[in-house]
Nanobody, 120 residues
Framework: QVQLVESGGGLVQPGGSLRLSCAASGSIFRINTMGWYRQAPGKPRDVVAAITSGGSTNYADSVKGRFTISRDNAKNTWNLQMNSLKPEDTAVYYC??????????????WGQGTQVTVSS
């Protein structure tokens, strides 16, 4: 009953920027924590950034100072602004949210994934 759709991935040169967006829709009662994860080939999925309903943020050490997560509670959307991109940032990026539905169920929901490639 809840769907997450993400966009904004693509190919960018080292030092460039990209902005990822995620939009949640469906039988949403409340969204708690929103976040972004990434997965490179042969590696596990790792958290990149997260933001609570109150606006508190946390970042992986590898992206701290370069990435910024934000949310719009009225629109049920959240973004990841990525600056000073490095080749090691190359991965499939997934948005994630902890959501209570109108039917009283709480689950983690995931976007479909979007490819980010940083290369010359």
């Amino acid at each position: 009953q809840v769907q997450l759709v993400e966009s904004g991935g693509g190919l960018v040169q080292p030092g460039g920027s990209l902005r990822l967006s995620c939009a949640a829709s469906g039988s949403i009662f409340r969204i708690n924590t929103m976040g972004w994860y990434r997965q490179a080939p042969g590696k596990p999925r790792d958290v990149v950034a997260a933001i609570t309903s109150g606006g508190s943020t946390n970042y992986a050490d590898s992206v701290k100072g370069r990435f910024t997560i934000s949310r719009d509670n009225a629109k049920n959307t959240w973004n990841l602004q990525m600056n000073s991109l490095k080749p090691e940032d190359t991965a499939v990026y997934y948005c994630n949210a902890d959501i209570w539905t109108v039917y009283g169920r709480q689950y983690d929901y995931w976007g479909q994934g979007t490819q980010v490639t940083v290369s010359s």
